[in-house]
DNA sequence: CCGGGGACTACACACAGGTGTAGTATCCTG
DNA sequence: CAGGATACTACACCTGTGTGTAGTCCCCGG
């Protein structure tokens, strides 16, 4: 169940903005994206959009707003349901607001948020596993929030990599595929990842050159 | 051997517009950067901004240029060895500029420069493999990219999930030790994932409302 | 009928910031 | 010692854009 946004004509101007808003603010940030070129896109004048939500300050709470209760509906409609592997995918048109959210610092409680029902999960999983994990659930969940959510925020590089777009629906079915392939399937045996951990472990300070071995795409060497 | 910002004062004004200008686009984006405030934060005037590199555009394509430049060199000083689990952690100082630049849609070379080492990765990696994997290499390579760019784009978000600051020592350690774990241990079992693959097979458009099952945080329902 | 308030528009204002120009100092070259 | 190029500054200009103000239309309660 994605987000649908309906027609233009069904929604009231001040929801059209909103949304207008949006999608700009998404798919331009919040500076580039003009009120003038929201209020055309919504059909209105640029006066309304100021008499409607007070500055472009109020116009981005108030997207931030909706976003939060839009997020939150999705959450207690999939409420006990297993987790995506996606999540970015459910917002729909929302998607890049919330990306450009995230990374404008606007999106911070939603991060929370998944960050809590992924440490829950977590948690649950750890019970069941033979080795203790050496960092906590909450840890984990974050920076397992952090690449999930990165998939959606370089969306566009993605789907050029992939040579698929992502927005569309084959896109996102091969998305899922890779997904399920790459988390079925460990980077690192558990040797591999002992090693690594003794390494760091032996290197006093940070600035020690040996990169702990483990097979990811790399930019260079370890700091 | 992270990149090394030498004192402003050995540099040349050049060189510090430059790295003004590549920490302002970096913290702000560029919209929100002036070259004002470049110009300050280098010691210069805002003219002469404008002499060396013509204009606020010209100056963005210096800064891409040199993070080119400078991420290709690490990469040969790193050629052959191991991949790096937190590719960005390498850039120190340019860290955010790349993140930015990601969004922005400028480094798209490096991100393409990156899944094809990832996917050189998996080729060798999926011939000792028992099963096959039902998606190419490079398609989960440009999707695990993704996974590891977002951390360092994420970077605020995460350092408050954890509880510790990604940019300090203690926080890239711990982030290396939950990145060792997370790839060591799979989300999913291969039941699993095969379970959902055979389930996303069966809903023959991508409108049916089956999330297949999988462990990560979530935003909501699949789309 | 009518008074008021909300929705909505048009237009003017102010200012930030990118760009252009002129001028000065400094250094290299013949 | 020219003399020109390059590094660098100060300042004027102008567009874009957020914001403020006044006014119109329309619905609704009394």
Same mark, same amino acid.
């Given at each position: 169940m994605a987000v649908t946004t309906a027609?233009?004509?069904? =929604?009231?101007a001040r929801a059209r903005i909103r949304d207008a808003a949006m999608a700009q603010f998404g798919e331009h940030g919040f500076e580039r994206a003009t009120i003038r070129g929201i209020a055309v896109a919504a059909g209105v004048s640029s006066g309304l959009v100021r008499h409607h939500f007070g500055s472009k300050q109020g116009l981005l709470e108030a997207c931030d707003a909706h976003l939060v209760k839009t997020v939150r509906r999705l959450n207690s409609q999939a409420a006990g349901g297993a987790p995506d592997l996606?999540? =970015?995918?459910?917002?729909?048109?929302y998607q890049a607001y919330l990306a450009r959210s995230l990374i404008e610092g606007g999106a911070a409680p939603l991060f929370d948020e998944m960050v809590a029902l992924g440490e829950g999960w977590l948690a649950d999983a750890d019970r069941s596993r033979p080795d203790p994990p050496d960092v906590g659930p909450r840890v984990r969940s974050a920076v397992i929030a952090a690449m999930a959510l990165g998939i959606g925020i370089l969306r566009r590089h993605v789907s050029r990599g992939m040579g698929a777009d992502l927005s569309g629906p084959e896109g996102e079915r091969l998305l899922m595929r890779a997904l399920l392939d790459i988390h079925s399937h460990p980077l690192l045996s558990l040797e591999e990842a002992a090693a690594a951990r003794e390494a760091l472990d032996r290197t006093p300070s940070p600035a020690g050159p040996a990169t702990p071995r483990g097979p990811a795409p790399t930019q260079g060497g370890s700091r």
């Open positions: 027609d233009p004509e069904d =929604l009231t996606n999540p =970015l995918a459910a917002l729909g048109p």
